[in-house]
């Protein structure tokens, strides 16, 4: 699913997107872009409005920080969901899950 915009991002921003309908953050360290599921595995809550901090993600609602480079490792185990971002074409992609049944 294309995400061109997210070709935009300066270093240190964050930005959320909703791609097939599945919200989404992607938010870039230095020269790299990651992508993220829109949630907050310990408030159970979005992640926007979320800021980078020297490669740490901080959740705006609980506060919890996830290193955004290291697959959105959290306090005690907990981690983002992590999305694979590739280009496609020269467009920045990311690889969503079909639902179970799709395509049948």
Do not use: K
């Amino acid at each position: 699913h294309p995400v061109p915009e997210s070709a935009e991002l300066a270093p240190g921003e964050v930005a959320g997107f909703l791609i097939a309908g599945i919200p989404l953050l992607v938010c870039r360290v230095d020269d790299q872009t990651l992508a993220y599921r829109d949630h907050c595995p310990l408030c159970d809550d979005s992640l926007a409005g979320a800021q980078l901090h020297e490669g740490l993600l901080v959740c705006p609602r609980c506060g919890t920080h996830f290193d955004v480079v290291h697959a959105g490792a959290g306090p005690d185990g907990t981690h983002l969901e992590p999305l694979p971002l590739l280009a496609r074409d020269g467009v920045p992609s990311v690889a969503l899950r079909e639902p179970m049944g799709a395509g049948t």
